[in-house]
C-alpha cells in the first residue's frame, strides 16, 4: 500500500539526513546514495503507483546532490521495481518471500477498507481468525498492523496510520488487548477530535496513528496517548500544536481493561478516568428497568420502501426528537405520522403512556407522558412502565433533573461514539449510572470535574479553537483555579494562599506563597521574550509543544502557562495540584 511513495520518500529523506549527520554534514556522494535508496522497500497492487513511486525516490536522489556531481554522473539510478519496489499485495508479498530483507522499520497508511479483497488478505485474515479470534469489521488496515508487527525484525518499530474505531469500538476491544499485551507499544497519536484532516468529499475520516516496538512490553513501562486538538494551525493546515495537559502516560493494565479511559483523555484524563470508573461500578437505567420489567427501546425508523404493517404508527400522534430539548418537551411541534413504509415498527407497547422519552442526544433532553398514546423515531428511547408505576417513572425523570450536569458529563466523557459530536447510541442511555438512592453522592472535586466537562471540553473537543477553553483567562476564572489550588494543596502542606498574578502577553505567572511574603515584579518585562522560548517549544515546521511550568523557590510555588483559559480551569488546578503534591513529596518535604 506504498502509492506514489510519499511515506518511501520522506523516509528516503530522513536516512540521508542522517547519515550526514554522522558524516559531518557532508553530502553523500551517489554511490552512498544508491546504497541508502535500495534499504528502501514498498509494496502495491497498482502498476502505476509503482512506477511513481520509483520516479518520487529518483527525483529525492536527484535533490541530495550537488550540481556537479549531478552533472557528473552517469547510470545514477538503481533499477527498483521488482528489486525494492514490489507490484503485489502486501500480505501475498509477505508470504511468498518478496520482503526476505530485514525489516527495521514500518511506516505508512494503510488502506480503510472493511473488507479482504484480495487472495492474499484472505489468507492472511484466516490466519489471524485461527490465532486470535474473528478480525473486528474485517477491517484490512487492522490486518496491516498486525502483520506488520510480525514482519519486523526483533526491536525493530513501526509507525502506521489506523482508523480511530481501533481505540474507540468496543468491537476492536480484544484486538487492543492482543496488540498491547503482545507489542511495546510506545505512542497512540489521537487525532479524533480534528475534523476534516483527511476529508474526502462529505467523508471525515477519523484516526490515530500507532508507534510500536517489535518486542514484549517491558515490565512497569508505560505508552503516551497524545490528544491532538483542532487549532487555528490545523484549520491552516500549517501544522499541529500539543499541549502539556493533552499528555497522558497510561499503564499497560490501563490500556487493556479500561475501555473508556481513550474517550476520558478526549477530556482531560487523569481525575476524569476516576469519575468514569466509579459511575460506571453503579446499577445503571438500562438494568432498573430491566429489574421492572418495564417495555424500553428506541423509536420506529421510516423507510422510503419495504416496511411491515404499522397500523399503530401510521395516522398516530408523533413527536419529533427535535422537540425534546433541555428546556422540556415542545408539544405544539406534535404531528400525525403519515402514510409511509415503515422498517422497524417495534409494538404498539412502546408508545402506550405512561412513559419516559429520552433523546440520544449529549444533553439528555427528557419528557414523562403520562396518560395516551403517542409516537417517536429511533433518535428518542422510551421507558414503558404499567399505569400501576407511574411514580417510579417520575422518580427517574427527578433523578434525570437532579443530576443532569454529571450525567451530560459522564455520557461525554464514555460514549464510544465520537464520529458525532452530539449523537449518542441506545446503549449509551441505558448505561447511565442509577444507583438505588438516586444520588451519584459526587465529592465536590467531581463536581469540578463534572462542571469543566459540560461548561468547556464537549466544545473543545467539537469546536476547537473556536471553543470558549482557548480564549484568554479572565480574573474571575484566574481566582477560581486559585481557590481550588491552595485548597487541594493546603490539604496536606499548610498555609498555602494565592497573591496576585503578573501577566505578560499570552502568559500569566500565578504565585503562591506558605505564609506570608510578596513577589516583587521589578524587571518582569524583560523576560517576555524568554517566557516565550521556555513555554513554546517547536519541533519542527509542523509541531509546537506548548509546556507549563511549577518553579518552586524557597517559601513559593510559581505557575507559568500560557494565558488560555484551558489552563486555568478548575479541574487543570485540580491536576496541578496533584502534580505539585507529588513533587513536594519527591523533594522530601
Not at 479470534?133 to 474485517?138: A, F, Q, W
Not at 498491547?180 to 471525515?204: P, Q
Not at 462542571?451 to 468547556?456: F, R, T
Request: with cysteine.
Amino acid at each position: 500500500s506504498c502509492g506514489s511513495g510519499v511515506f518511501l520518500v520522506e523516509a528516503y529523506k530522513r536516512m540521508i539526513a542522517h547519515w550526514r549527520y554522522r558524516h559531518g554534514w557532508a553530502r553523500p556522494d551517489g554511490a552512498t546514495l544508491k546504497r541508502l535508496l535500495q534499504r528502501v522497500h514498498g509494496v502495491d497492487l497498482n502498476p502505476d503507483a509503482i512506477e511513481l513511486a520509483a520516479f518520487s525516490l529518483c527525483l529525492a536522489l536527484c535533490e541530495a546532490l550537488d550540481t556537479p556531481a549531478l552533472r557528473a554522473s552517469s547510470k545514477l539510478f538503481p533499477k527498483l521495481r521488482g528489486v525494492s519496489l514490489h507490484e503485489s499485495c502486501f500480505f501475498a508479498a509477505r508470504t511468498g518471500g518478496l520482503l526476505s530483507a530485514p525489516i527495521g522499520a514500518v511506516l505508512g497508511n494503510p488502506p480503510f477498507e472493511s473488507r479482504l479483497a484480495t487472495p492474499g488478505a484472505q489468507a492472511s485474515g484466516e490466519r489471524f481468525a485461527r490465532a486470535y479470534g474473528r478480525l473486528p469489521d474485517k477491517q484490512v488496515a487492522y490486518l496491516f498492523l498486525h502483520e506488520s508487527l510480525e514482519l519486523l525484525q526483533p526491536g525493530g518499530v513501526l509507525c502506521l496510520l489506523q482508523q480511530y474505531n481501533l481505540l474507540y469500538n468496543k468491537n476492536a476491544a480484544d484486538l487492543r488487548r492482543m496488540l498491547f499485551e503482545r507489542w511495546a507499544v510506545r505512542e497512540l497519536l489521537d487525532f479524533t477530535s480534528i475534523r476534516g484532516l483527511f476529508a474526502r468529499g462529505s467523508a471525515d475520516t477519523k484516526v490515530i496513528a500507532v508507534v510500536a516496538e517489535a518486542q514484549p512490553p517491558r515490565p512497569g513501562s508505560k505508552l503516551l496517548h497524545a490528544t491532538f486538538r483542532r487549532t487555528g494551525r490545523v484549520v491552516a493546515q500549517r501544522g499541529f500544536d500539543l499541549d502539556y495537559y493533552d499528555l497522558h502516560w497510561l499503564a499497560q493494565e490501563q490500556a487493556t481493561g479500561d475501555p473508556s479511559v481513550w474517550r476520558s483523555d478526549l477530556f482531560g484524563g487523569g481525575r476524569v478516568g476516576d469519575f468514569v470508573a466509579r459511575l460506571r461500578s453503579m446499577r445503571t437505567l438500562g438494568e432498573y428497568a430491566k429489574s421492572r420489567d418495564w417495555h424500553h427501546g428506541e423509536g420506529f425508523i421510516a423507510g422510503k420502501s419495504g416496511g411491515a404493517p404499522a397500523a399503530h404508527i401510521i395516522g398516530q400522534r408523533f413527536l419529533p426528537s427535535t422537540a425534546l430539548t433541555s428546556q422540556g418537551a415542545d408539544v405544539s411541534q406534535i404531528t400525525v405520522v403519515e402514510d409511509q413504509p415503515i422498517v422497524r415498527p417495534r409494538t404498539a407497547r412502546l408508545f402506550t403512556a405512561p412513559m419516559l422519552l429520552i433523546r440520544e442526544h449529549i444533553d439528555l433532553p427528557s419528557h414523562i407522558v403520562r396518560k395516551g398514546y403517542l409516537t417517536y423515531s429511533d433518535q428518542v428511547i422510551g421507558f414503558c412502565a404499567p399505569p400501576s408505576e407511574v411514580g417510579k417513572l417520575g422518580q427517574v425523570k427527578a433523578w434525570l433533573d437532579a443530576e443532569i450536569r454529571p450525567l451530560r458529563a459522564y455520557i461525554a466523557a464514555s460514549s464510544p461514539k465520537v464520529q458525532k459530536a452530539t449523537a449518542v447510541m441506545q446503549a449509551d442511555i441505558e448505561a447511565l449510572p442509577y444507583p438505588p438512592s438516586g444520588d451519584l453522592e459526587l465529592s465536590p472535586n467531581e463536581r469540578i470535574i463534572a462542571d469543566d466537562i459540560v461548561d468547556y471540553y464537549r466544545d473543545f473537543v467539537r469546536l476547537g479553537e473556536k471553543s470558549a477553553m482557548l480564549r484568554p483567562c479572565g480574573d474571575a476564572e484566574l481566582a477560581g483555579f486559585c481557590e481550588v489550588y491552595a485548597r487541594q494543596v493546603h490539604a496536606v502542606y499548610r498555609g498555602l494562599r494565592p497573591l496576585p498574578a503578573y501577566r505578560w502577553p499570552g502568559a500569566v505567572c500565578q504565585p503562591f506563597v506558605f505564609g506570608a511574603g510578596a513577589v516583587d515584579w521589578a524587571g518582569a518585562e524583560a523576560l517576555r521574550e524568554r517566557l516565550g522560548r521556555l513555554l513554546a517549544d517547536r519541533r519542527g515546521e509542523t509541531l509546537h509543544v506548548h509546556r507549563v511550568a511549577r518553579i518552586f523557590d524557597g517559601a513559593f510555588v510559581f505557575l507559568l502557562k500560557p494565558d488560555r483559559l484551558r489552563y486555568w480551569l478548575r479541574s487543570a488546578a485540580l491536576r496541578d495540584a496533584d502534580e505539585t503534591l507529588a513533587e513536594l513529596h519527591g523533594q522530601g518535604l
